[in-house]
Structure formats: C-alpha cells, structure tokens
T-cell receptor, first 116, second 116 residues
Framework: KAGVTQTPRYLIKTRGQQVTLSCSPI?????VSWYQQTPGQGLQFLFE???????NKGNFPGRFSGRQFSNSRSEMNVSTLELGDSALYLCASSLLRHRSNTGELFFGEGSRLTVL | AQSVAQPEDQVNVAEGNPLTVKCTYSVSGNPYLFWYVQYPNRGLQFLLKYITGDNLVKGSYGFEAEFNKSQTSFHLKKPSALVSDSALYFCAVRPESGGGADGLTFGKGTHLIIQP
C-alpha cells in the first residue's frame, strides 16, 4: 500500500511569489491535514480537509489556503511569500476526521520550502 | 485549548542504557496521547498511542509509554537504547471529545542522541 506522497520535496521561491504544494493520501483515507514545521515554532496545525471540505483551521493568515479534490488529493497554497514561510510542510492522512479518529496520522516526507 | 510540554530539548543516553523522554500535557476532558518519531529530512512516524485502558502502552521498536493521569504525563521509555534510536521525538495530544480548531497538538520535540 503506497504511503502519503508529497510533491515537490524541495523548492526555492523568492519573497512575494506564491507556491502550491500537493499531497496524495493513502488510498481510502479521506482526511488530509497539513502542518508547518519550523525550528522555532515546532509543528503547527494549518488545516484539515475531509470530503472536500475544510473542517478545521489553525491560526495562520489568509495567505495560507488549501483544497481537497474528489479523489482526496489535497493542495495547499501560500501566496505573497514571506521569509518566515520557510519551513517543512507536512501532510498527514487518516481514515476519519480528527474529531473521530483514535488512530494515528500517516505523514508524508514533507515539502521543504525555502523563501529567499 | 490543549497543549503539550516536552521539557528537554535534548536527551543524551549511552547505548544499552534505559532512556526516558518526558511529556506532560494539558487538555479538557480525557486525553488521546501519541508519540511520533522523525528522522532527518523525513516525515513523522507513529510509535504508540494511549486511548484508554492499561496505563502502560507498548509500541514499535521496543518503545513503551506510561500514562499518568494525576501527573498529566505520558513519558516515552525504552529499556535498552540503540544508536539507531537517535532521532527527534514528538509527543501529541487531542481531547477525547475531538480536536476542535487545533487538530492534533504537538510538543516542540526532543532530540534523542544515543552515544555508542
């Protein structure tokens, strides 16, 4: 069974640009959540999508957005990039929504974004 | 809102010795608790979880954790450390009633270094 796949693995952007990251969950998983990992702030929850609808959102500005498609694949977009957006962006999938899920999250290997 | 504290940024242990990585949490109601491990430039991998039942839970790679409700702790342990256990360890919590807007809340992580 294939794991969670994130693309691209590495990318470099400049301030003011926008970026789109992609996540393909484990087959059959309907919940996809996104996390930002930085050395200073650790792992911070961005949002969760389930059945093409955003279910939860963390404390991030509106420049961070996402969507989920009918096949459960998800994308997140960051517009008007800032230096502080440099981070490892992790996608995680699960069968159930966060509030119903007693099992683990399955993480992808992440997309490392560097903003210059 | 829930929170997790991992009081040690780094733990150093000699190979063959027992190891403990500490975690305390704060959550409304009953907690669901998790430990994840992250190797360099990789995503997070699930180690073990406490949902209900026996306070001592066993997980992957010989790790175990003890849930202590009165001390609101969920320390990760292993009887005999291996050099390959060296990695970044995250404790995470969500309330039984659901994650609310915060999803799964992670601690800042503890670097575990096993010295040969």
């Amino acid at each position: 069974k294939a794991g969670v796949t994130q693309t691209p693995r590495y990318l470099i952007k400049t301030r003011g640009q926008q970026v789109t990251l992609s996540c393909s969950p484990i087959s059959g998983h309907r919940s996809v959540s996104w996390y930002q990992q930085t050395p200073g702030q650790g792992l911070q929850f961005l949002f969760e999508y389930f059945s093409e609808t955003q279910r939860n959102k963390g404390n991030f500005p509106g420049r961070f957005s996402g969507r989920q498609f009918s096949n459960s694949r998800s994308e997140m977009n960051v517009s008007t990039l800032e230096l502080g957006d440099s981070a490892l962006y992790l996608c995680a999938s699960s069968l159930l929504r966060h509030r119903s899920n007693t099992g683990e999250l399955f993480f992808g290997e992440g997309s490392r974004l560097t903003v210059l | 809102a829930q929170s997790v504290a991992q009081p040690e940024d780094q733990v150093n242990v000699a190979e063959g010795n027992p190891l403990t990585v500490k975690c305390t949490y704060s959550v409304s109601g009953n907690p669901y608790l998790f430990w994840y491990v992250q190797y360099p430039n990789r995503g997070l991998q699930f180690l073990l979880k406490y949902i209900t039942g026996d306070n001592l839970v066993k997980g992957s790679y010989g790790f175990e954790a003890e849930f202590n409700k009165s001390q609101t702790s969920f320390h990760l342990k292993k009887p005999s450390a291996l050099v390959s256990d060296s990695a970044l360890y995250f404790c995470a919590v969500r309330p039984e009633s659901g994650g609310g807007a915060d999803g799964l809340t992670f601690g800042k992580g503890t670097h575990l270094i096993i010295q040969p």
